[in-house]
């Protein structure tokens, strides 16, 4: 791999395949600003984006340039569409052109797209568990029933008297 100077972020990209590897302070970098963002434009020349709904067309695992260890395949912010190669603890691998689909994505507001809806998602689970069922509320407000082998024979009058004491709250 050569190394190369995008803006003021250094990379490294493979002259065979054009692929772009950045380090995770590198790839931090490029996403929150504006300024690496247009050099990534600037570098990279567009060819088609897969079809929606077919993002997995040429899947291969590739080894981390750094440990050597195959890394995981990840579709960018959860919802990108452009599924990329990542190394937990050393970078992330682009293939030809994701990294300017990425920047695109991040600059159509995809990132703060995702969050929100996360945020929302978090705020709903939330709710759900806050709100008590109506199975909590009956135990809260009744004490555990007790069963007696010797009750086998009031079945369904236990029964009546659970229906009357719940209508009569």
Known sequence: MEAVLI???????????????????SLQQICADREQQSAVLGM????PAPEAGNIETNIHYIPCPVCKNLMNRVNFAHCSQVIVNVCSQ?????????????VEFIRAGGIEKERAREIEDLEQRKRQIQTPTVADVWAASNPPMTWNEGDRHLGISVVASLISAFLDR
């Open 7 to 25: 803006g003021k972020t250094h990379l490294e990209e493979c002259p065979h395949c054009e692929g772009v590897w950045a380090d995770a302070d």
């Open 44 to 47: 990279a020349t567009a060819t």
């Open 90 to 102: 050393h970078g992330t691998w682009f293939d030809k052109d994701q990294l300017r689909r990425i």
